[in-house]
């Protein structure tokens, strides 16, 4: 990881953390019956996330997910307000790749949900 405090990642999103990113937010708005509030929630995650354009390495590996995933992978836990529902986006950190340093989020999960299987876990990796 690197400890250039200057350093800044770019954030990119999977192609399946973009589709469970979308449904839960369609999820959300069929839920509460509120649009407006699916789009906060929305806005919020992509905040969360940007936050890992600097020091990404500040949230810790996740040793079992990385095992079975195959790649380092760390987590960050977004709630957009106390007693809201949690989700955890997964994300690796590639370091100066070809167009340089980056955060890739691979995957959306609710938080209340079981640990990731192993099937799920190669899905995830392959991004699909």
Not at 31 to 42: I, P, V, Y
Not at 96 to 119: F, K, N, Y
């Amino acid at each position: 990881m690197s400890t250039d405090p200057q350093e800044v990642y770019a954030v990119r999103f999977s192609a399946r953390a973009s589709r469970e990113i979308n449904e839960a937010t369609v999820r959300l708005a069929d839920l509460t019956g509120d649009a407006m509030l699916a789009q906060e929630w929305l806005e919020g995650l992509y905040r969360v996330a940007a936050t890992l354009a600097t020091h990404p390495g500040r949230f810790a590996l996740r040793f079992d997910e990385s095992r079975k995933i195959g790649i380092e992978v760390r987590r960050l836990l977004y709630q957009r307000s106390a007693g809201s529902a949690a989700y955890h986006l997964y994300y690796r950190v590639e370091e100066q790749g070809e167009d340089g340093s980056r955060v890739i989020v691979l995957h959306l999960r609710h938080a209340s949900r079981r640990p990731i299987t192993r099937a799920e876990a190669k899905d995830i990796r392959s991004g699909t």
